[in-house]
């Protein structure tokens, strides 16, 4: 069983910063994507950042290109997502989610449609 937690969402004015954390349990791929999507009401879920474990590979949304930073600890099956230079329009509900496969960047076009998910971590940035 597919365990993802979130934690790190909060509260931060515009300008500021957060780093979201998800812990991973319970599973074990040759090769997957793990990463964040976001959700603020009344929109779809879009994606903001994943990694590739199968080559390392890193890949971001154009809006949040050069603010966002996504990292690993693989001793601590932990992904983090590192925010910078928040805006308002950052403010959504953030998922960590997890797929089996081979994915590069495309993987953020579309919810994985086979994914595992965590019950997400609100994030709310006031001008």
């Known amino acids: 069983e597919v365990q993802l937690v979130e934690s790190g969402g909060g509260l931060v004015q515009a300008g500021g910063s957060l780093r979201l954390s998800c812990a991973a349990s319970g599973f074990f791929f040759d090769d997957y994507a793990i990463g964040w999507f976001r959700q603020a009401p009344g929109k779809e879920r879009e994606g903001v950042s994943g990694i590739s474990r199968n080559d390392g590979r890193t890949f971001y949304a154009d809006s949040v290109k050069g603010r966002f930073t996504i990292s690993t600890d693989n001793a601590k099956n932990t992904v983090y997502l590192q925010m910078n230079s928040l805006k308002p329009e950052d403010t959504a509900v953030y998922y960590c989610?997890?797929?089996?496969?081979?994915?590069?960047?495309?993987?953020?076009?579309?919810?994985?449609?086979?994914?595992?998910w965590g019950q997400g971590t609100q994030v709310t940035v006031s001008s």
């Open positions: 989610v997890v797929e089996e496969g081979t994915y590069g960047s495309a993987w953020l076009a579309r919810p994985p449609p086979s994914g595992s």
